[in-house]
């Protein structure tokens, strides 16, 4: 199709599903900074935490049941989480563990090759059968309602992306507005250069507990966003975006490769 020398989206992959129907499978590996501002807000005091590193590794599988409708499977990774400055005995220490396994479905209603565009809602749900010692499973689901929509105008296409993240239990899990946009060009097949913008807003804090230790991390002063939902309270409205580069290289018909950095805009820098 029109679409086969574009770039799929690199940068928030758990995320920002593209709305194309093809099978496939997509090793995964991210590096994510947790920057220094990320703290604690008991009351009237600031407690610093210092930063973090997160790396995630795994892998998306999609499956075409027909040429409209796919099954996926898009965030199936390891978790391993370093802090910088770890307080033993709380959540906040270094751990590694699996995320939940988000699976749903995507149907193109709008599959146009004479106008180069595709329409495709999306509906996941996140199974917390993750690890608590990663912020993960300490819930009862998340459903992702989303659509997505790509544009192509011969060697340029643009995709777009927009959900909101929905936890079956809001106290114990942030409700959130997910928007991504992604641009890319075709140069050849070994250089399709890309630049993204991804933002997450907060609509809906929870005031319970969270983690493996309870109430730690309630009083963050910001959500996790790409991989963890903290559950972090109080911070509706708050919003984290990024800008970010990369490119993409076909090195086959059937496998391809991308690499890029992303960087995010407002502070709290956060997840």
Avoid: M
Wanted: charged share 15%; hydrophobic share 40%; glycine share 12%.
């Amino acid at each position: 199709g029109w679409w086969e020398v574009a770039s799929p989206p690199v940068f928030k992959p758990t995320f920002f599903e593209e709305p194309r129907i093809e099978p496939g499978a997509r090793l995964i590996f991210l590096y994510n900074r947790v920057c220094d501002d990320l703290a604690l807000n008991i009351g009237s005091t600031h407690v610093g935490l210092g930063g973090a590193d997160i790396y995630a590794y795994g892998a998306q599988l999609r499956y075409a049941v027909t040429p409209r409708l796919a099954i996926i499977a898009t965030n199936n990774v390891g978790i391993t989480f370093r802090p910088d400055h770890p307080i033993p005995g709380t959540a906040f220490t270094n751990a590694t563990g699996y995320s939940d396994l988000d699976v749903g479905l995507k149907y193109a209603v709008i599959d146009d090759p004479a106008h180069q565009f595709l329409l495709t809602p999306i509906l996941t749900y996140a199974i917390p059968t993750g690890g608590r010692n990663v912020f993960q499973g300490d819930n009862s689901g998340i459903f992702d309602v989303a659509v997505s929509s790509e544009k192509g105008f011969d060697k340029f296409h643009v995709i777009g992306n927009a959900g909101v993240r929905i936890p079956v239990d809001s106290g114990r899990n942030s409700t959130s507005l997910h928007y991504s946009l992604h641009a890319d060009y075709f140069f050849n097949r070994f250089f399709i250069p890309l630049v993204e913008f991804n933002g997450w807003t907060v609509l809906n804090s929870p005031n319970g507990t969270k983690g493996p230790l309870g109430a730690f991390n309630t009083a963050l002063n910001t959500e996790g966003a790409d991989l963890i939902n903290f559950g972090a309270s109080k911070i509706q409205t708050d919003t984290q975006a990024a800008f970010g580069v990369g490119f993409r290289s076909k090195l086959c018909k059937y496998v391809d490769f991308g690499v890029g950095y992303e960087h995010t805009v407002p502070s709290p820098e956060g997840g």
